[in-house]
């Protein structure tokens, strides 16, 4: 079978498809709801109450201000319409540059002394320890107290690194099953309901497999750690020295894994490819495909009658999938810091968020926008935020990049049959070891590119 490296594939679907909202035909976008995938009726009127107005704060922009924004490509319509918003409000004129939220933290090492970096970046929590450490963005201070009670704590946690809040969550990224009504009415709640069904439906011969997920990936199979009891890091996903992914809960996790090979999925883990999953499920051969919310646009695309839930439990406990929580964050080189504060607050705020439902497609972070009935309405959108709600964010501390390429090893390793604890412990010493020479190396200019998480 042809295979395609998750990892390639992961960076590239975020950076282009994440917040796609095309259609192929006028319905093709189209919710249980009736509206299209973002919430917006066909005729393009607003389904939402939405109120833009001055921050409740004594904090005023600089005299003279002017504001510049990175963000990625698909973001542009959510950012223009919010610039233009805070523009009329506050007299503050704001630009945006496209920049991938991948690329953001390199080029901000560069340009941010020098003067040339953006006010406002936004990323994702696995750049933020890299960023904070080397004093790049400012602490969410001014409005730390009202984006702690509006969040989710899951984006909040994100959003902090040692105990401090930076950033201004927007939205999230995690993943679930897909899977499609005309070959199961009801999404399995367990997974040992999954292998029941599996036994009357699979025919490997025939390439039709109950349900797929990329097993050798750990970020995918992080389930079958996370949610028995396994962790990255202790602390939550602070402390590099407390290391769980070989615990006696990250075992009986895999057992499970272990298993599905036989049970479920009779494939060794080089054929498991997500371009071949994706083909099966967009065929009817696969009933369940767990992947990520970037993937809703190409199933509409290609006809699915699909729904979307969380992903079975796993050893009796609900599934705890990683999540990845993008935020604004305000540059410690900016000439206009308080300009740059109100706007991240708010280009984050309830109203500003479920505009970017509206536009993009972008999951909320902020609880009373993921509670509006337009978007609990939205089985696929409710269902993701859902499985957000049960996650683990990827931590944000930098020695997280050291943990990507040994458990995706030992991924590959136990789904073909190695022993369970012999392959974890390994993997943990690699980890550990990995972690003490980045240590020694602090001054090294660049992580390699195979240490980047695959999301």
Not at 97 to 102: C, D, I, S, V, Y
Not at 175 to 183: P, R, W
Not at 236 to 246: F, Y
């Amino acid at each position: 079978m042809a295979k395609l490296s998750m990892f390639v594939l992961a960076l590239s679907v975020v950076l282009t498809t994440a917040c796609s909202n095309e259609a192929a035909s006028p319905n093709a976008g189209e919710s249980a709801t009736g509206q299209n995938a973002t919430g917006q009726s066909a005729n393009g009127e607003s389904k939402f109450e939405l109120e833009f107005k001055k921050l409740d704060t004594d904090l005023a922009p600089e005299p003279g201000a002017s504001l510049s924004v990175w963000e990625s490509k698909e973001a542009r319509p959510f950012v223009e319409a919010i610039m233009k918003e805070f523009t009329e409000i506050y007299g503050v004129e704001v630009k945006m540059q496209e920049l991938g939220t991948m690329d953001q933290i390199g080029k901000f090492e560069l340009d941010g002394p020098a003067g040339l970096a953006a006010d406002v970046i936004t990323t994702s929590q696995d750049h933020l320890g890299k960023a904070a450490s080397a004093g790049l963005i400012l602490p969410n201070d001014e409005f730390g107290d009202v984006t702690r009670s509006e969040h989710e704590d899951v984006a909040i946690a994100a959003a902090s690194y040692k105990d401090k809040l930076y950033g201004y969550p927007i939205k999230v990224m995690t993943y679930a099953m897909f899977y499609n009504k005309d070959l199961i009415s009801k999404p399995p709640a367990t997974i040992e309901e999954v292998v029941e069904f599996a036994k009357t439906f699979n025919d490997p011969d025939n390439n039709k497999y109950a349900f797929m997920f990329d097993a050798p990936f750990f970020y995918f199979s992080y389930p079958f750690v996370g949610s028995t009891g396994g962790y990255i890091f202790g602390k939550d996903g602070t402390d590099p020295a407390d290391i769980g992914l070989n615990n006696e809960g990250a075992r009986k996790g895999m057992e499970v894994f272990a298993g599905l090979r036989k049970e479920i999925l009779p494939i060794s883990a080089g054929d498991i490819a997500s371009d071949i999953k994706t083909t099966l499920f967009s065929e009817g051969s696969v009933a369940m495909n767990v992947t990520g919310s970037w993937f809703i646009d190409t199933f509409r695309q290609a006809g699915v009658n699909f729904g979307v839930a969380p992903i079975p439990a796993v050893g009796g406990k609900d599934s705890v999938t990683l999540s990845q929580v993008n935020s604004w964050y305000v540059s410690a080189y900016s000439k206009y810091p308080n300009a740059a504060k109100l706007f991240a607050r708010f280009a984050s705020n309830k109203s500003a968020q479920l505009l970017n439902y509206e536009l993009t497609g972008a999951v909320p972070t902020h609880k009373e926008a993921a509670q509006n009935p337009i978007i609990q309405a939205d089985e696929i959108t409710s269902a993701f935020y859902k499985q957000f709600s049960n996650s683990h964010p990827a931590p944000s501390i930098p020695e997280v990049g050291s943990i990507w390429v040994p458990m995706d090893a030992a991924m590959v390793e136990i789904w073909d049959g190695k022993d369970i604890r012999q392959v974890l412990d390994r993997a943990v010493q690699q980890i550990r070891d990995a972690i003490a020479l980045n240590a020694q190396q602090k001054d090294k200019p660049a992580e390699p590119e195979s240490s980047k998480a695959p999301f």
